[in-house]
């Protein structure tokens, strides 16, 4: 089954412990983006890489790091979460045609006390 | 201004009726467009992408838009209480493949 599988789904987390969201996607897709979403605010992009080694910052990427290493992977770190990342994330992917819109993974919800 | 928006509702439709959407948007340059779909606590799925001056049909689904006034909207026919759900409006950018989303309208199909 085409996906994209994020890890893990639920996550609670002390500020300052570094973490690390998973994404992986098995469609061959060149491209792949984070986005979070909040309240009021909708989906804001994090970062989205247009082919391995490529990355570039999205709207909101304070605090945040990726990396694509795999054209399969491309996992989300946070160095030293704080309370304001606290939200639901999702990672999508799409052909180089992004034309066709992205496919999203099922979320992961992140919560910093 | 920002750059892709949308009234947040909730827009209430009785079932069988039909819903209208709208969405605007700011970037002139802007390639595509799309619907999606989510319900509470999931992701967001495609139901619908637009590329060319005018509407699109697809099922219960059609798709409107207007270049010139920057303009998308979404018709929704024979809602189903089903069709509960925040609806949102995406726009590719021109410039660096960015695809940018509105902050969604809530519809609720009620009985």
């Known amino acids: 089954e085409a996906q994209v599988t994020q890890n893990p789904r639920y996550l609670i987390t002390v500020t300052g412990k570094k973490l690390t969201v998973t994404c992986s996607q098995n469609m061959n897709h060149e491209y792949m983006s984070w986005y979070r979403q909040d309240p009021g605010l909708g989906l804001r992009q994090i970062y989205y890489?247009?082919?391995?080694?490529?990355?570039d910052k999205g709207d909101v990427p304070e605090g945040y790091k990726v990396s694509r290493k795999e054209k399969r992977n491309f996992p989300l770190i946070l160095e030293s979460p704080s309370p304001n990342q606290t939200s639901l994330y999702f990672c999508a992917s799409s052909p180089r045609d992004i034309l066709y819109g992205y496919t999203f993974g099922s979320g992961t919800r992140l919560t910093v006390v | 201004q920002k750059e892709v928006e949308q009234n947040s509702g909730p827009l209430s439709v009785p079932e069988g009726a039909i819903a209208s959407l709208n969405c605007t948007y700011s970037d002139r340059g802007s390639q595509s467009f799309f619907w999606y779909r989510q319900y509470s606590g999931k992701s967001p799925e495609l139901i619908m992408s637009i590329y060319s001056n005018g509407d699109k049909e697809d099922g219960r689904f059609t798709a409107q838009l207007n270049r010139a006034s920057q303009y998308i909207s979404l018709l929704i026919r024979d809602s189903k209480l089903s069709d509960s759900a925040t609806y949102l409006c995406?726009?590719?950018?021109?410039?660096?493949?960015?695809?940018?989303f509105g902050g969604g309208t809530r519809v609720l199909v009620k009985p």
């Open positions: 995406a726009v590719l950018q021109a410039a660096g493949n960015k695809l940018t």
């Open positions: 890489s247009m082919n391995v080694e490529v990355t």
